[in-house]
């Protein structure tokens, strides 16, 4: 497959609220989950090729989990689902991500229109420790453009900090600083203003990779309620959460220098109880990785 370079892209439009970057025009985005479906992706970070031709299908209103050891192109391939792969100066690929059967990477088709759509939420909680809880949730609809009265905006919060399973803690302090907030707190934080911008799928990087066991279970009832609402991708590296959470499983394999490739997907319990590929068997009963 040839390579192609990708265009470069304004680094301040994603690096303080990647999931909220400026508003599209032309009106309101669509609402509701979306189906992505990754065709024949190839990457690279200058001549190192770290995927080879991955196809994915995500269905809209479900948790799709990617799945292998470290090294194997899981983050990258996350990244290139929402358009921040292109931050990386020698970073190039080829194929196509679909929206609902739209091309992300069209020329035609503004950076922002996918950032704005296809949320992200990091491994490490960033929320702006300065803003106070109610600043944060709001915070990308100043990158957005969006004007919202008081009232509009009090009834956001809300809505978001509710679908964040944050809301019942912080009612009664959403002038403190969000700095103030457990870890768990500050991620389900990031989730809500990741929520505020309307995406119609959230892409998760091990969003409990740095949580106790407590706040992960609570991320992971926050996610299975999310997915009524929003397409869920996350990257993990717990088999046990993939298989609590997810409805269908991609695993992901690059060996002996070769570039990333995903050896099985399909649905999460077959995968796990009689996967087709004995590599993936391997993998999900702690065999390697």
């Keep these: 497959m040839p390579q192609s370079t990708l265009p470069a892209s304004a680094a301040s439009a994603a690096s303080a609220v990647p999931a909220a970057p400026a508003a599209p025009s032309g009106g309101a985005p669509p609402a509701g989950p979306a189906t992505l479906e990754a065709r024949d992706i190839t990457a690279w970070f200058g001549s190192h090729q770290v995927l080879d031709r991955v196809s994915l299908t995500m269905p809209a209103s479900g948790i799709t989990a990617l799945i292998g050891p470290s090294g194997c192109g899981k983050s990258t391939f996350l990244r290139i689902l929402n358009r921040m792969h292109e931050l990386v100066p020698s970073a190039a690929l080829a194929g196509e991500v679909l929206l609902d059967g739209d091309d992300i990477y069209d020329p035609q088709r503004k950076l922002t229109d996918a950032r704005r759509a296809i949320g992200m939420v990091f491994q490490k909680p960033n929320p702006f420790p300065a803003m106070s809880i109610r600043e944060n949730v709001v915070a990308g609809l100043r990158l957005t453009g969006t004007r919202l009265g008081r009232s509009a905006k009090e009834e956001l919060v809300e809505e978001c900090l509710v679908r964040g399973g944050l809301w019942n803690e912080v009612k009664d302090r959403l002038d403190s600083p ?37 706040s992960t279970r609570v991320i992971e009832e926050t996610m299975k309620d999310l997915a009524r609402q929003v397409t869920i991708v996350i990257v993990t590296h717990n088999m046990q959460q993939a298989a609590r959470v997810s409805d269908t499983c991609a695993f992901f394999l690059a060996s002996q220098g070769t570039p990333g490739v995903i050896v099985e997907h ?8 009689s996967p ?11 065999r390697f990785g």
């Design 266 to 273: 399909g649905d999460t319990e077959a995968m796990f109880s």
């Design 276 to 286: 087709r590929d004995q590599r993936t068997s391997d993998y999900v009963n702690g």
């Design 178 to 214: 969000g700095g103030g907030l457990s870890g768990g707190q500050q991620q389900r934080l990031c989730i809500a203003r990741s929520l505020a911008i309307k995406p119609r799928v959230l892409l998760m990087d091990e969003p409990c990779s740095a949580l106790d066991p407590t």
